[in-house]
């Protein structure tokens, strides 16, 4: 596919659910900037997952490469990506090429283009454990990318201090915000629809709870979303969350609704559906659409999760978090108060879960803390920075 060059060419390229939907107003601001021609390739490394954030905000794939495959390794992925990306960077010839975040995706193509001497614009730089096994593999990957970025994009200003502590020349960093915030904000504000009045039902969810939540109302049931399915999490720690979850379904039975969106990984499956599949207050579901996924998150009480985009996302809708996790790479969201750390212990989350429960000041000060994260316009400060290069 040969493209004639007009302006500042700009290859985004991702391959996730996370990845699309940080990138999806990114992309839009690139299409309305005038010296700028955007073009978009997918990795498509999570298919259908990503399918459905492409839907939600009405982006057409220029390169689709189609890698997903049952049980792919992280070898055979990152293999994948070096022989498919190679010819899309010598035909589309991009001046830059823009990635987000820490995935596979991210680490190869921002080696393939360090290879063909392209430009790269990293979006989401700078987040650091400084443990390479914590997450696995994520950190690696986004220090890897870190290593070749032409012009990183840090959410927070302590990202910015990572990267100087790195050797990054200060000109090359622009603070912006996260732009999971201008996504997250634009989803919000749909309308909710008949399919997700009729998951509301499914989960035993009145859909009148948003308020309630927030000023300790006795209206019930409260909503516990969860998310668990980190690599580093497989095994023992899964199943201390799941023995977490289930003390809090029998503690508070019809106080609460627990929903769980639970990863394909046949790690995660048949721990999850094994304990915690007999609960009639725990909702096991099929991995969400990012749309009814977020109507669910603006209706909670409380996320559990060992996630990385739902620490900044939750805050962004005034929803406390606690991260199953012993390290994170987002430590302003602790620091401000919208997040605690709690490991995967199952007696320090059961415990976090009911000190929130019994102390409504305690609570109600993380729900109302400020999100570190941005204000909804980061991704019109990146194409800023992009256009001052």
Known sequence: MKITHSGTRVLSIFG???????MAPVVRCLERTPGVESLVCVTAQHRQMLDQVLYLFDIKPDIDLN????DQSLAELTAAIFTNLEPVLKDTRPDWVFIQGDTTTVMATALLAFYHRIRVGHVEAGLRTWDKWQPFPEEINRQVASLVTDLHFAPTEWARQNLLRQNVPSEKIAVTGNPVIDALQLVAEKPVTASVRSLFQQVGLPEDNVVDRLVGDTHYPRLILVT?????????????????LKKLAEIYRDEIRIVYPVHLNP???EPVYRLLGDYPNISLLPPMDYYPFVQLLKRSWLVLTDSGGLQEEAPGLGVPVLVMRDVTERPEGVEAGTVRLVGTNMDKIVTQVCSLWKDPEEYLS????????????AAERIVQALLKT
């Open 267 to 269: 790690n995660v499956q």
């Open 16 to 22: 996730t659910r996370p990845e699309a939907v940080k």
């Open 366 to 377: 993380m729900a109302r803390a400020v999100n570190p994260y941005g204000d909804g316009q």
């Open 228 to 244: 668990a399915h980190r690599r580093e999490n497989f095994g023992a720690p899964l199943e201390q969350i799941c023995s977490a």
């Open 67 to 70: 890698l997903m495959t049952p």
